[in-house]
Every structure is written in C-alpha cells, then in structure tokens.
C-alpha cells in the first residue's frame, strides 16, 4: 500500500468510525447476536439472529408444547399467531391492522395472491404481466397461476410496466427491489398504472420490507407477499406473509382454501365458507417453532422507525460504494445498483469476473455477502446490526483480494 | 363405589400393571418428555415433546442460524433436510426412500397431490372422489383443485368407494384413517380398485402413518400425504408430506412450481425445470426451525417396527374399551369407532351427550383428549407413550364423571 492509499484507508476508517459514532440506531446491534470478527452482509438472504429468540424457542418447545401441550393451541396463543404476527409485521410495511397474515412460504402466499387477484380482476381479461427481472420462483409460479386461471404471463420490464398495463391485464406481479441488481422499483407510479387499467397490483416486498419504507395503504396496493427471513430477522425458511387490502377481503376467494382460513373451523363442516379478514389468506395449521421465532425476533423492530432505517441503509450503501471506489483499482468491479436514492434498495451488486470465486475469498476473510450467478457480488445492508467501519472492512477486504 | 365394583376396578389395574409390565414398547416412553400426573391422549392431535427435540432446536437457533448464519444452507445440511427427513419417514409409510419430501402443510400438499394427480390421469375424466366424511381441509382443498383443474367433486362414503370409481374418475382422494370415527379404510382394496378404473389414488395418511403399517408401495398408491404433528411427533404445526411414487415421478406436474423444486435452483433461470425425484415436491424455502425439530423428534422411532406399534395399540384400544364398558354405566356412551381390528385405527371415538363438557371435565382431572362437534370425545392411543395403566386411569375417570 502506498503512502497516498493508506491516507485514504486512514482517512475512510477515520470517517466510519465517526460515522458510527453519530449512528443513532447504532445501539440497535446489541439486540442481535453475532458472531465476532465477521462483517456480515447477507442479511438480505438469512437475517441475524435476534437476541431473545433462543430463550422463545427454548420455552415453546419444552413448556408450551412439552409441558401444556394440545392445550397450547388455546393457552399459548398458538392459533391466532398469523394474525397477531401479521399485525406485527404490519407496522413496518404500511400496513394498518388486519391485512397481513403469516404463513406459509412465500411462493405459497403469491400463488394466493395471483390466482386470488386474478379472480378480483374483471372477467375477460387475459393477461399476467410480471417482472421479467423477477426472483425465479415469482415467474414459476406466475406461469402455474396464469395455467390454472386461464391468463397468459407477459414478462415486462418493471421501468416499461407502466405502459404495458392495458384493459386486457388482470394482474401485475412486480418485486419492489431488484435481488439481483438491488433496484428499487417504483411502487407508487406502478400501482398507480395498475388501477388506472383496473389491474390488480400484487407486489413481492421480500427484498423491501424492513428495508425502506413500503406505504401499502397510503399506495393503494390491492395484495402483496413476502419472506420474514431477509429484513426481518425471523429465520431460516420462517414463515411469509400475504398482505389483502382490507376493500378486497370480502372478494378474495383463496385457491388454497384449507381448514384454518374456515369461518367455523372447528365446526368442521363439509362446505367451506372464508373467514372475514385476512384470516381467509390461511390454509392448514400453522407451524409454531418458526412462527413463534419470527415473532420474538421482531421485537428487535421495538421503536424503530423504517424512516430512520432507509436514511441508514442509503448512508450505508453510499459510504460502501465510495469504499469501493477507493479501495478496488477501476474497471475491476462495477455496480450494477442504481446511484440514485430513489432506485436503490439496500443492498449494493458489483459485477466482476469471477465472481464465485472472489466471494469465497470474501468468505474465507470473514466478508459474507453472497454471490448471485452468474457475475454478481451481492452486499446487503441491515441498518439495524452492519455499520460503517462493516462496510469500510467489506470494500477494503475485497480491495485486497484484486490487490 | 360398591365392592363388586371395587374388585372390577382391582382386577383392571392389576391387568394394566401386568400388561405394562410385559410391552416391550413400554421404555420407549422415556424417550418422550411429559408432564408429570397427566394421561395423555391427545396425541392424534398433538405429538408428545421427544428428549431430542430441545437440545437441537437450540443448537439450530443458536449455533447453525446465530454463527453459522447463511453458511449454514449447505455447512448444517439445511438445503437437502426436506429429502433427508422424507427419507427417515419413508420406512414409517412403507415407501422406499427417494420418494417422500418434507415441507408445507398438509392441505398445502393435499393440493399439489390432487392438481398433479388430476395432470396424471388419463384426459378427459372428469370426477374428482372425495370421502364423504374426511376431515374438512381435504373437503375444502379437493373443491378448489377440482375447480383449477376443471373437475367435479363427488362425495364418497369410504365404504362404497370401490363401486363409485368408475371410467369417469380421475382422482381419488381418501383418508386411511377417519379423524372423528377412528374408522381405517381399506387401503389395500381402494387403492386396487382405484388402478382397475385407471383413477390416481390419493391417501390421507394423517391419522395412520406411525400408528399403523401403512405400506404405500406395496399397495401401490400412486400419491400420499401426511401431517408430522400427530403420531410422529413433530411439533405443533410440523411440516407435513408428500409421497409421489417413483414411477409418477418424472410425469408429475406440481401446481406450485416453487424455485426449491427446480432442477437447478441456483441457476435461477426464468424457465421452470422439475427437479428429478420427490424434490420436484418442493415450493419454497423450507422452515428450517420446525424441520429440525421434526427430524430430531423422528429419532424416538429408531428401532422400532411399525407392526409392534400396531400390535400394542390394538391391545391398548381393546383394553381402553374393556374398561369403559366396565366402568361407564351402560347406555351412557357408545364407541363408534369399529369393534373388528381390522377397521380400527389407533383412537377410541364415543359419542355421549355434552361431550364438550365431560372432555372439559376429563382434562381437568388429567386425561387429556379431545372433542370433536358435535358428541364425540376422541382418546388417541400412541404406543410410544402411552401404556395400558394410562387407558385403565382415563376410562376410570370417565366412569366417575358419569357416577
């Protein structure tokens, strides 16, 4: 490193720290656990483990379930869980109280969200429009919908999608944010499109919520889904949720009509007749260990604006970018993630050559981001636990790995 | 109590010692832990808490998720827990590994199982059967995959069956064992005659499988699924199942193509590509908390033969109904679960007039059933834990709620 570099690597780690030291959810880090020595940004595929869910699991398995036992359904809470949880997730994705309930997968809650949108979609209309950029399992799962609905997929371009919506569109299924390249798209604008066409807008949050703010109510979104093991902290594979605009819940008819979405369920009667609310987004029993998780490890949220979240994570992401173009010689990484706040989500992809090879090394320094085929190095943000001397120590780990 | 009665009640505590004393199952119930004091009988609802299951939740939570973080999905094995884990339930159905894959519900995977089912059968056929008295889920769901797939459902008494699947038919949709009567259907005989009219058989193992042989392969059942929670003892709201026979595989289509059931998941291509085997089974991510548990809760069945298992509920079920009839004043509840062995599985259903209250009043004394609307008291029998001093308490208590 020559003098002049390492005035600059004094001078950045100089401004993180300080940087940090002004970070006012800086001391959010204490709710997590994490391992030492390790800058952690893959928090955008496998959240941080929050504090008190260790001491959770341990009491629903060996009191609420070991101890109390069938009677738990009752006397833990366990079966209004999806509600209650949806109602604690609902806060942070704009949502006011009794749209959101959890359960299932994600690809679970979209197939839902399409078939169920395509049915309060005008009859005669053809056409599913999704992002052709989409996460894959959106599209595979899209086509399934569009199979089994009678409509026809249109990949769009989420930036050309406002065009693309026409009379003859029943659904729009968009992701808010990019996985692979981290744009943010524009929610507002699009869902605007949707209703002006008298499309349904379903939205995949899975790469937004917790993230920045989401605004589904004041944006009119009709439905939308997504994961609670990015953003969210809740754990491998926990449990997504399906968000149903209160104006649609009395038409929304579920492809996925099973027994805990039941008016009466317990009065196990041949006919099926939807519970009101979002409870008619439920389908068979819900798994407790991972939603019980996802439910502590949201206390991690307590008091925390989504506001001050998104003024961190673009903080974050441009003091990382400007690490980047410090520290790794030009033309060697490219950033495939918008510069503009307005199209960035919280994470930062470069594109390199050899990219799976350069994350490994990443890993192996105790860098973990992940690597998105087929060139891209995928760094995400959690303003609730990564700082600025994190994102310092990322840029200048890879610097040294092209050094 | 008169002294004819005390000498009956003697001489059926000195017969449940002695009956304990001889099953070779009986230590299988340290494996288990239970509150102390309490007859459980629920397990046909909710699984007894196996020694196992807390030591590793809280490895999951606080080593693979807390240290391991993201690393884990290959470095904890939790990528391919959904075909490992279906492969330590295979022995359990009768199916040779390769063939059952963990995750979602079971009205989830009832779905998959009747949508591909239909996409197996011949085209053209047009019914759906359906078990006139299954549990309401299945019901529910079947009226919604007929719906997608353009079939009709016909309702089937389980005993007539045989008769009904016709040319017509495409699928068939049972339960082995009745939720609510504890009646065990034929499955050796539907499932032939089901592949006489050329019709896709389809099992609900929920209340048979780890109570009963259930034997997928050698009947040749073409498509099975099954909830964890009840006699295999996964957790509350563990991951259920889904059998597809090796040689439906590589035409099975599932309606929810999800990206964990891609050929090349990582490959995150738009075009949707079945993974070979059961792992085409496979939605979304899978809930890696409530997998974990449910593969350690499996260990409880190391070593043990489903056919003991059998053999010990039968005698526990007779000796159950031996004590009722001895203790509970005549005419003041009738079993309508069936008296001849080879229809009954692993509970004991009486009707009796203000169920609810007297099963209140049984769990407040320590028996732990349930009620099933609207006059049934159900008392499942797990020969894992449950021993034949614990049928001789619960029906001695019932008697002295009736006195």
């Not at 952690?40 to 060996?62: H, I, K, Q, R």
Request: charged fraction near 20%; charge should be negative.
């Amino acid at each position: 490193m020559s003098d002049t570099s390492a005035d600059i690597a004094a001078d950045l780690r100089t401004r993180a720290a300080a940087l940090d030291a002004a970070d006012e959810l800086a001391k959010l880090r204490e709710r997590f656990t994490l391992p030492e020595g390790v800058v952690y940004l893959d928090g955008n595929s496998l959240g941080a483990l929050p504090a008190g869910v260790a001491a959770t699991t341990a009491d629903v398995v060996a009191r609420q379930w070991g101890e109390l036992l069938i009677r738990s359904w009752d006397e833990s809470g366990w079966w209004t869980a999806p509600e209650r949880i949806g109602d604690k997730i609902a806060p942070l994705i704009g949502a006011a109280p009794g749209q959101v309930v959890v359960g299932d997968s994600t690809s679970v809650n979209l197939f839902k969200a399409l078939v169920g949108g395509a049915r309060l979609a005008a009859p005669g209309r053809t056409k599913l429009l999704v992002d052709s950029a989409t996460f894959p399992t959106d599209g595979y799962i899209a086509q399934s919908a569009a199979r089994l609905a009678g409509l026809t997929v249109v990949p769009v371009d989420p930036a050309q999608a406002a065009e693309a919506i026409d009379a003859d569109t029943a659904v729009v299924l968009l992701n808010h944010v990019d996985y692979r390249s981290g744009r943010l798209h524009d929610l507002p604008a699009l869902t605007a499109a949707a209703r002006a066409a008298g499309a349904v807008a379903v939205w995949d949050l899975c790469h937004s919520a917790g993230a920045l703010p989401v605004g589904l109510d004041a944006h009119e979104v009709d439905l939308a889904v997504g994961c609670t093991y990015k953003y969210l902290n809740g754990g491998p594979g926990a449990p997504a949720y399906l968000y149903i605009a209160a104006r649609h819940q009395d038409a929304f008819e579920s492809p996925l009509p099973g027994w805990n979405g039941h008016a009466d369920p317990f009065a196990m009667t041949p006919a099926y007749e939807a519970a009101r609310g979002a409870t008619r987004g439920r389908v068979g029993t819900p798994d407790i260990l991972s939603m019980l998780a996802l439910e502590a490890a949201l206390d991690a949220w307590d008091g925390v604006a989504v506001e001050a979240v998104r003024a961190k994570s673009l903080a974050l992401t441009d003091f990382f970018l400007e690490c980047v173009a410090a520290y790794v010689p030009q033309g060697l990484v490219e950033s495939v993630t918008p510069a503009e706040h307005e199209r960035r989500g919280s994470q930062v992809s470069l594109r390199t050559e050899n990219a799976r090879e350069v994350m490994g090394e990443l890993i192996a320094r105790g860098v973990i981001g992940d690597f998105r085929a087929p060139d891209v190095l995928r760094f995400g943000f959690t303003p609730l636990y990564v700082g600025f001397a994190d994102a310092e120590r990322a840029a200048r780990t890879l610097g040294h790995i092209f050094g």
